[in-house]
């Protein structure tokens, strides 16, 4: 099921990012509709290169699908935990596209990234509870995973300000800058939260921090600037990072101390 998930989601990205040629459309997905996925559509917008992270994710979730066929996996609780869920983010990911590219049903795009934000997450967490048994498990399970996760929750934050704007809505007619920024924060405090798990799960803050950095770069060149905004990206990319390293840091410490035969703080 995986597998065939994982085909769909390469030939639905390939459809979905333009790379077949001329439509009735257009060819680019950030061309489509009049620049809605363009960089200067909303104040959570991406810059147009952000898409380069889905070649990146047919790389690494490939690299994940062919890892659950080895004998090592057959018996492996964490890929039985994850493999439906992660299977069916894939395909949500396809669907996504297709309502992106067609236009139709504005708005659902929104939920589908929020579904597949939940998917990845609790992937994130079965992964927590069947924790990995060596190196390559945690490299190559666990990392794939993180990877897609850490981008997903930050594009869900820019499909729901881009959903947003395209209805022209003003929410208690708060300034859209502020709920940029208070959505940012929600974003990047959990994420964070969610990268100190295990040993500190950094391609979770690697997935994150693509995502904010093609935010923060038009916020401050783009044809829709926010100085605030772009603070509060740049911060966070450097909270996330500063954060999962920490806890990297703080396991091998403790390790190393195990080892020396001295205590150690309970983790």
Do not use: C, K
Not at 24 to 31: E, I, M, N, R
Not at 159 to 175: C, D, E
Request: glycine share 10%; charged share 10%; aromatic share 12%.
């Amino acid at each position: 099921t995986v597998t065939v998930a994982y085909l769909v989601f390469v030939l639905g990205g390939v459809y979905g990012l333009g790379f077949l040629g001329e439509d009735a459309t257009g060819p680019w997905l950030h061309d489509l509709h009049q620049g809605r996925f363009a960089g200067g559509f909303s104040m959570l917008s991406m810059a147009f290169w952000h898409q380069l992270i889905w070649p990146v994710l047919w790389v690494a979730l490939g690299i994940y699908t062919v890892h659950q066929w080895l004998p090592s996996q057959a018996s492996a609780d964490r890929q039985r935990a994850t493999g439906w869920r992660v299977a069916t983010a894939l395909v949500a990911t396809v669907a996504w596209f297709v309502l992106a590219r067609t236009g139709v049903m504005p708005g659902v795009e929104l939920f589908v990234w929020l579904a597949l934000g939940y998917l990845l997450v609790d992937s994130v967490h079965q992964l927590n509870l069947y924790t990995a048994r060596n190196r390559a498990e945690r490299a190559i399970t666990d990392g794939m995973i993180g990877l897609f996760t850490g981008w997903a929750l930050i594009f869900a934050a820019t499909n729901a300000s881009v959903w947003l704007q395209a209805l022209g809505v003003n929410l208690l007619w708060i300034p859209g800058p502020v709920w940029a920024v208070l959505t940012l924060v929600v974003v990047v405090w959990g994420t964070s939260m969610m990268s100190m798990t295990e040993r500190g799960r950094i391609s979770i803050a690697l997935g994150l921090s693509w995502g904010l950095t093609a935010i923060l770069v038009p916020r401050l060149i783009g044809s829709m600037p926010s100085v605030w905004v772009a603070i509060v990206a740049a911060m966070g990319l450097f909270m996330v990072l500063l954060a999962t390293e920490n806890r990297r840091y703080r396991i091998n410490h403790a390790e190393h101390r195990a080892a020396l035969g001295h205590e150690v703080d309970e983790f």
